[in-house]
């Protein structure tokens, strides 16, 4: 089964308009903040406010049930997916296409490459050949035998 890149159907998809595939309507609106019934322990008060939506973050949480997170979670939990097939399901039914992960075909470069940006984005303190705070110097692997004693 191909990886799904799981970050952009998160950033790509509007809990907007995930709220209205399943069928939610908030009670309250308050600027970015939507309150109303919870669609993961389906509420069925008709004054319930205990779900809370966040909609510049895309991000909810209920205070009833305490659970919470994103849009893909939130998809997941209300139609029983797990996140595989929500996130395929979410991006079929919004009309995008599914981001599929490349690097999967090419396994032991992705790796490389990896390894090669986290090189670059480390501080220049932590990179191997460098010095520690103690003035031991950093291999890749740790300090040697002899830096341990």
Known sequence: MPGIDFRAVRYGVPIREALALLGWRPRVIIGPY??????VHRS?????RCFSVQTVFGLWFCHKCHAGGNVLDLYARVKALDLHAAARELCERTGRSVPWLRWRDKP????AALRAREQEEAPVSLRPGSFGPHGRRLTATGPTEQQRR
Do not use: V
Request: hydrophobic share 20%; net charge positive.
């Open 34 to 39: 939507w309150r109303g019934g919870c669609p």
């Open 108 to 111: 032991a470069q992705a790796c």
């Open 44 to 48: 069925t008060d008709r004054t319930s």
